[in-house]
Every structure is written in C-alpha cells, then in structure tokens.
C-alpha cells in the first residue's frame, strides 16, 4: 500500500455519461496530480493541485475537470465520455515539487 | 515543450546480461525520476536523480544523470526474470507551472 488510495479500481461505464474519480493522497502530502495513460498515449499528465489550488495544467480535455477538497482528497470527474476516454487514471501526491511522487493503484475506466 | 524519449522502447534480454536504457530530454531540467511499473499495476518510484553526475544505484540497477548532456541511463547488471517491467523516466518541467513529463517508457523482458 502506497499510501494515496484511489477509488473505484474499476469502472465501466457507457459513451455520453459522466465518471467521478476520487484520490486520497498520502498523509501529510500536499499536492495531488492527475495522469491518464492509455496504451497509444502512454502515461500524459493532466492537472496538479496544491493545497486546494490548481498549480499546473497538462492535456486536460475541457470535457474533464477537477478539484482538491480541504481534506485534501481530490476529484477528477469526467464528462460526456468517448470510447477513447478509456485508459488508466492514475493519482499521485508528493510532499514537495521536485522530489517524485507516489503513485495510487489507479482506476481502469473503460467506456462501452 | 518538453520531450522525454527513451530507447529503446522494447528489450528483451537474456538473464545474466548487462544493458542500459537510454532517457533523453529536450529542455533544461536538474530532476530526473525512474520508475517501475509491472503490467496492470501502479507505478513504483527507483530512484530520483537531482544533480548533474548524480548516480545511484539500488540492487541490479544504476542511474545516472547528465545534465549538460539532457541524458539519464539506467543500467540494469546481471539481468534477472524479476526485473521484468516497464520502466519510465520522467522529467520536471518548471515553466509554465510545475509538471513531470513521464517518457513512453522502456518495457524490459529478461528471458530465464
């Protein structure tokens, strides 16, 4: 267990409808980041938040957005989903910027 | 914007051999990460590099960086079935706000 839970493991889902992601980040960890990886586009950051502030923003679809709680859980909903919308959705959260991260399980979207 | 390619993309090496994959980048950066991923699973930090001629080295494995060069390697010695994975090597990116851009990364399979 590395600490950042993500939720649900797995989830499929069909075109058109919309997904929440949720990440737990590991104790005393500030900052989340979001990555979606798919088998053609590899692993391609989407957003960072730090302590509930948007700090950067990657190839994040404006059909995709998210947020950092005061908990500092954070939530990636996804909406009007595609069929390419399937991929991993990985979380992870960091103490400081440029120290690596920890990585959650991931939530496998797949979208029939 | 920055790119991080690896090479090669595909190894496959028989145990008790030696090989490096090869990290390059096309802009500034004084952090370097690697990290492991078995199929179907999270993403496991090895070793986060922050200086130019930092080297490390955990088991089977050493990184290194250069960063005048823009290149990382990571040498795997005396390869065993265990090390087989994909491994990713990322780069931060401070302009434009903060992000790590992950390679396309390099899947390994070592032959017993």
């Known amino acids: 267990d590395s600490g950042v839970t993500q939720t649900p493991k797995h989830l499929i889902t069909a075109t058109g409808q919309r997904v929440t992601l949720r990440c737990s980040p590991r104790s005393g960890d500030l900052s989340v980041y979001w990555y979606q990886q798919s088998l053609d586009q590899?692993?391609?950051?989407?957003?960072?938040?730090?302590?509930?502030?948007?700090?950067?923003?990657?190839?994040?679809?404006?059909?995709?957005?998210?947020?950092?709680?005061?908990?500092?859980?954070?939530?990636?909903?996804?909406?009007?989903?595609?069929?390419?919308?399937?991929?991993?959705?990985?979380?992870?959260?960091?103490?400081?910027?440029?120290?690596?991260?920890?990585?959650?399980?991931?939530?496998?979207?797949?979208?029939? | 914007e920055l790119k991080v390619e690896q090479n090669p993309l595909?190894?496959?090496?028989?145990?008790?051999?030696?090989?490096?994959?090869?990290?390059?980048?096309?802009?500034?950066?004084?952090?370097?990460?690697?990290?492991?991923?078995?199929?179907?699973?999270?993403?496991?930090?090895?070793?986060?590099?922050?200086?130019?001629?930092?080297?490390?080295?955990?088991?089977?494995?050493?990184a290194s960086l250069d960063t005048k060069a823009r290149l990382s390697t990571l040498h795997i010695t005396a390869a065993v079935h265990d090390l087989s994975a994909t491994y990713f090597c990322a780069v931060d990116l401070s302009t434009g706000g903060f992000k790590t851009i992950f390679g396309a990364g390099t899947r390994l399979f070592v032959k017993a």
């Open chain 1, 42 to 112: 590899g692993l391609q950051f989407l957003i960072q938040y730090y302590n509930g502030e948007e700090r950067a923003k990657g190839n994040i679809l404006e059909r995709f957005s998210a947020q950092q709680f005061p908990d500092l859980h954070s939530e990636l909903n996804l909406s009007s989903l595609e069929l390419g919308d399937s991929a991993l959705y990985f979380c992870a959260s960091s103490t400081r910027q440029g120290y690596g991260y920890t990585f959650g399980s991931g939530t496998r979207l797949t979208v029939v």
């Open chain 2, 10 to 62: 595909f190894l496959s090496m028989q145990e008790g051999k030696n090989y490096t994959i090869y990290c390059n980048y096309s802009t500034t950066s004084d952090r370097l990460y690697w990290y492991r991923q078995d199929p179907g699973k999270s993403l496991e930090s090895l070793f986060v590099l922050l200086s130019n001629g930092a080297v490390k080295q955990e088991g089977r494995l050493m």
